[in-house]
């Protein structure tokens, strides 16, 4: 566990998600993303069924307390790499990293996955490669994928696929095709059934909605 003392008497901590922080991870989820990408969210539903996936690593798996209550969190699972010959290279991949929307562009989000960095590496991994914008992240040195010579395997390089070497020149620069974990492919109906047995959000159009979509569908030649 780290701990951290902010002043004016607040302290951080970061420690290893417990079971009895999966409700109100999932409720902070579900109150920070609904509405901003699409109508709703999927994410607190993959929050919810990526703890029971094997591609989860619950050693990376963090909560971070302001004054001993949860406002954030992040989560990994298992990832992969393969050159040209066909041959692997196990990294890891991040999200959801949220945190609550009352303690957003406070740099928790940083402190979390710096921390969470540095736990991956002492497991032996040594490349990040996750999907996300990439105002939020060039901070914490990701950069574009296609720097990396990270591709898609189809050939194309996402604008929303970021690369972080944990050990400087690991990729060596030979082409690289990404493979993520099958926990991310989220139907669209286990979603609605799932939400059902919540409490009921409206689900409405916001701009940031169109900014993800140009986001997602755009690459970079």
């Known amino acids: 566990m780290q701990k951290e003392r902010l002043g004016l008497k607040q302290e951080i901590s970061i420690r290893n998600e417990e079971e ?4 109100i991870v999932e409720q902070i989820t579900r109150e920070a993303f609904y509405n901003l990408y699409i109508p709703g969210c999927v994410e607190h539903y993959l929050v919810h069924i990526m703890r029971q996936h094997e591609d989860f690593i619950p050693e990376l798996d963090f909560v971070l307390e302001l004054n001993g209550e949860v406002a954030g969190y992040i989560m990994y699972t298992k990832a992969s790499l393969t ?42 991994y040594d490349v990040v490669v996750i ?8 901070s914490s040195g990701f950069k574009s994928c296609k720097k ?5 395997e189809g050939g194309k390089f996402p604008a929303a696929m970021l690369v972080r070497e944990l050990t400087p020149d690991c990729l060596d620069g030979r082409r690289w095709y990404y493979h993520g974990s099958a ?31 140009i986001m997602s569908h755009s690459f970079v030649e």
């Open 83 to 124: 050159d040209a010959d066909g041959e692997r290279k196990n990294i890891v991949t991040f999200g959801p990293l949220c945190i609550a929307p009352d303690y957003q562009r406070k740099g928790f989000g940083k402190k979390l996955m710096q921390y969470s960095f540095q736990k991956a590496v002492s497991l032996g």
């Open 20 to 23: 009895k922080d999966y409700q």
């Open 148 to 152: 990396y010579n990270v591709s898609l």
């Open 183 to 213: 926990v991310m492919e989220i139907r669209e109906e286990d979603v609605f059934e799932y939400d059902r047995t919540l409490e009921e959000m409206e689900k409405k159009y916001q701009s940031s909605q169109e900014e993800f979509y």
């Open 131 to 138: 999907f996300g914008a990439p105002a939020n992240y060039v």
